[in-house]
């Protein structure tokens, strides 16, 4: 049974970064495809970046592109987020989520994940 267990974020101070890793157990992660979405408070949730399974090609919305970068190593079963040069604005909830396809990852939509890690926080902040 797919599970996700999310680890990293905290407090940092604006311009710093941080990476946040998803561990995925009980299936093959190259399987999947995979997101990272956050919500800030009061806020709906957002995507910050979705991969394909198999060969993971990556898609960012606009608003996120330069900043974050999505990796995946399937041998470790391990999603990660990069992320660089952090803002106050970038303070959320951040969470790994996962799918089988045929989700489409270029549409990175969190309706159409079925699998949410635990979500962990990230705080930006000097």
């Known amino acids: 049974q797919l599970q996700l267990v999310q680890s990293g974020g905290g407090l940092v101070r604006p311009g710093g970064s941080l990476r946040l890793s998803c561990a995925v157990s009980?299936?093959?992660?190259?399987?999947?495809?995979m997101g990272w979405f956050r919500q800030a408070p009061g806020k709906g949730r957002e995507a910050v970046s979705c991969?394909?399974?198999?060969?993971?090609?990556?898609y960012y919305p606009d608003s996120m592109k330069g900043r974050f970068t999505v990796s995946r190593d399937n041998a470790k079963k391990t999603l990660y987020l990069q992320m660089n040069n952090l803002k106050p604005e970038d303070t959320a909830v951040y969470y790994c989520?996962?799918?089988?396809?045929?989700?489409?990852?270029?549409?990175?939509?969190?309706?159409?994940?079925?699998?949410w890690g635990q979500g962990t926080q990230v705080t930006v902040s000097s």
């Open positions: 989520a996962a799918n089988l396809p045929p989700v489409l990852f270029e549409n990175c939509n969190r309706d159409d994940f079925g699998s």
């Open positions: 009980g299936v093959r992660l190259d399987y999947y495809v």
């Open positions: 991969i394909s399974a198999h060969n993971g090609i990556t």
